[in-house]
């Protein structure tokens, strides 16, 4: 049959001059086709939705310092903003091994690297976590630079189908990986009120964590909007403002997200892993995004530091410019912090 003669789809319509819902982002949601829309939505200071703006990356590359013939890894490879910035600086002679554990975002992404001219002779894509990178060490003979950015891909969160945001309604799911391990959802159910209070302290530092895990515990919660109203009932005798009640949820969110995911036993995994995956001399910036994440870092890298396994390392994290937190807020609570191994 012609596809001549199929109906046309048509497009997604939306009441109002705005489209508020993912789906009906259709411009985009096709950067292709409205390259000028996404110009006027990163000009009102937001992110196109599907897409992610990475941060510092002035600041990563400058750290960072890649030169041509050396060998890169961006271990969270997400969008691949900055592996497309470090690419070009790799060459000639350099490659670059990007890895992501999200098997819906990551052939997207090695899709559109590799219509930039990015073949498999420079850039290599893998779906996998920290723990192959010995593996990877093995294949690529080491690595001079190395990036982790531990922040949620901005594709990630705006898509209410992966549940990882308060603000749409969507599946309570959160998992990086939604093919493996149970769901935010299913974790509730599991929790009695005093762990999933210790939960909400341990990852998130939420002030309220005893008030939200009363009025969460024993519900049922299935969706993000479930629990989104959860958390203002909980919070609706603490007399706190809007912004204040956004925080919580945003905390709490966060708090399982982290459990989901596991991603305090991941990032010191692969901090552990980390100075035998770097040649002599070798530089590593971990861009990171709350105080848990931070403090592994920190502590990982001063300890390297006196334990000689690092020859220098960050003083003090190194912070999103003015500048950049107006146009991308997203980065206010970035931090970034480097290491390096002594020369030979």
Known sequence: MDDANEPRQRRVRYKGTHPRRFAEKYKELSPEQHAGELEKVMARGHTPAGTHRSIMVVEILAVLDPK???VALDATLGYGGHTRELLPRLLPGGRLFGVD???LELPRTEARLRDLGFGEAVFTARRMNFAGLPRLRAESGG?????ADLGVSSMQIDNPARGFTWKVEGPLDLRLNPQRGRSAADLLA???????????????DEPHAAAIARHVHGQEIRTTRDLAERIRSALRTERLDDDDVKRAMQRTFQALRIAVNDEFTVLDQFLSLLPGCLNPGGRVAILTFHSGEDRRVKKAF???????VYAEVAPEPIRASPEERRSNPRSTSAKLRWARLPMP
Do not use: I
């Not at 690595?143 to 990036?147: C, E, I, N, R, T």
């Not at 599991?190 to 998130?204: G, I």
């Not at 001063?302 to 000689?308: A, T």
């Open 302 to 308: 001063q300890q390297g530091l006196r334990d000689g």
């Open 143 to 147: 690595f001079d630079v190395v990036l």
């Open 68 to 70: 041509p013939g050396e």
């Open 190 to 204: 599991t929790l009695d009120e005093q762990a999933l209070a210790d939960l909400l302290v341990e990852n998130s």
């Open 101 to 103: 554990v999200d098997p």
